[in-house]
């Protein structure tokens, strides 16, 4: 049984299909748009409908972005002879929070992953290889996710990019900083072993 | 440094306004957002607009309902002579779950607190009286919340109502159910105490 009106019930269940909330905070945040006057009622909804229209793919990196070329590829500060290549446009907002890559980037939208029937043609990697031809690139740096996929995805971008005489590296795999050598697992312990430098 | 584009800075922090959402939870939703079909997103945004448009007060209960009176007001199975008094239009909710309560409500929309400058009249104190006077209620059940403000209330609406003849009743305080009495506040368990029944 509904304890609620429908229209409260329907804004709960709008929140409920959200990510990362459950049916508490649903009511939360439904009770919450109640309480909110016009005015940040219709600021909340055109954040979200000028998000809709405004946001487009960047046509060079994949990037999301209000405008084409993004920010990034369209920054002079930035070495556009250097691709790092990410699976996702959230990855480059922790790639940026380094402060430590200069270059460009390349979003795939995703990773190889048979299991899942996605292959090669179903990601950004015919777009990556064209980007590849058409301008001077002297390192792809593969930064997809140290899992099966973004393995998978690694090698097979690496195997097809080398014979085109551009580096190919990977970003390495170790312990985390701050993390703790009892508990790191043996696969992720054996990748730091193998990376390891001279000091 | 913002990395994101406007669009998405924008929507992200309109998420962020919300209760109980961090920065990251916020990410997730904007790009979960972004990630909704046409349809997905106009059923979203519907469902925020179709609540702020259809939701009003019961003239009745002050319940926030699409229909006015309000289904509990309106339901012939329940008797609208015992009134239970609440601090919020949630507290319905949780009174509901409980089966056991087949009376009517009455939703005060806050409680006495002189410390913010909440007296009596900035309550829905005066419309409860209206409808003691207005209709024939044997029991007013106060079922405001546990904390100063909410004692305080219930202090002032036994004061006022019992001189009509009603019977005023309060929610008990005591040990919740589950609870251990080792790790029970005294003020709590003073109340438990206080609260005791003969077996």
């Known amino acids: 049984m509904s304890y609620f009106s429908p229209s409260i ?3 709960i269940e709008s929140f409920e299909k959200l990510p990362s909330i459950g049916h508490k905070t649903a ?6 748009m109640l ?5 940040e009622t219709k600021e ?5 409908i000028n998000a809709k229209t405004n946001l487009k793919f960047c046509s060079q990196c ?14 002079p500060k930035r070495d556009s002879s250097i691709i790092c290549v990410v699976e996702d446009v959230r990855d480059i907002l922790a790639m940026e929070r380094t402060h430590e890559f200069k270059g460009v980037y390349h979003v795939l939208h995703g990773s190889i992953s048979p299991m899942n029937g996605i292959g090669p043609e179903d990601i950004k990697i015919k777009e990556l290889l064209t980007r590849l031809q058409e301008n001077d690139i002297k390192e ?8 099966v996929e973004g393995e998978a995805t690694a090698i097979y971008l690496s195997k097809i990019i080398k014979p085109l005489g551009i580096k190919v590296t990977r970003i390495a795999h170790g312990i985390p900083v701050g993390g ?3 508990y ?3 696969v992720t312990l054996t990748r730091a072993l193998e990376g390891r430098r001279e000091l």
Not at 44 to 48: C, G, N, P, T, V
Not at 140 to 147: D, E, F, L, M, S
């Open 9 to 11: 019930e329907k804004l």
């Open 27 to 32: 009511v939360r945040l439904a009770f919450h």
């Open 35 to 39: 309480d909110l006057n016009e005015q």
């Open 44 to 48: 909340f909804i055109d954040s979200i």
């Open 62 to 75: 994949y990037n999301i972005s209000d405008s084409d070329p993004c920010p990034i590829c369209n920054s």
């Open 140 to 147: 792809i740096i593969i930064a997809t996710n140290p899992r």
């Open 180 to 182: 703790d050598l009892e």
């Open 184 to 186: 790191t697992d043996e």
